[in-house]
């Protein structure tokens, strides 16, 4: 059975740093594409990165390059995402996918595309 579980949202000051974590089981991580994505309070979910299966390439969104690093550990089976600096506009609830590549980069797929995903873990910034 295909699993993926977030953890590590927590509420943050302004400026400070999580590490969120989405372990992964019954299925080999190293041949699937990873991505974060966030959904604010009244907004469309958004794509925040990815990291690809073939070579490590790592993708972000704009809003976060800089702060936030995308990783993966195939054998510990293993996602996350270190983010600093964060800011209030980064409030949201973070979720890990998967995709298994067909030749697109990562952050070229439209979120529907990807085959699973975990149930979220929430941050907030906020003083």
């Known amino acids: 059975q295909v699993q993926l579980v977030e953890s590590g949202g927590d509420l943050v000051q302004p400026g400070g740093s999580l590490r969120l974590s989405c372990a992964v089981s019954g299925f080999t991580l190293s041949y699937y594409d990873i991505g974060w994505f966030r959904q604010a309070p009244g907004k469309e979910r958004e794509g925040v990165s990815c990291i690809s299966s073939s070579d490590g390439s790592t993708y972000y969104a704009d809003s976060v390059k800089g702060r936030f690093t995308i990783s993966r550990d195939n054998a510990a089976k293993t996602a996350s995402l270190q983010m600093n600096s964060l800011k209030p506009e980064d409030t949201a609830v973070y979720f890990c996918?998967?995709?298994?590549?067909?030749?697109?980069?990562?952050?070229?797929?439209?979120?529907?595309?990807?085959?699973?995903w975990g149930q979220g873990t929430e941050v907030t910034v906020s003083s």
């Open positions: 996918a998967i995709i298994l590549p067909d030749g697109q980069i990562c952050w070229d797929v439209d979120q529907e595309e990807y085959d699973f």
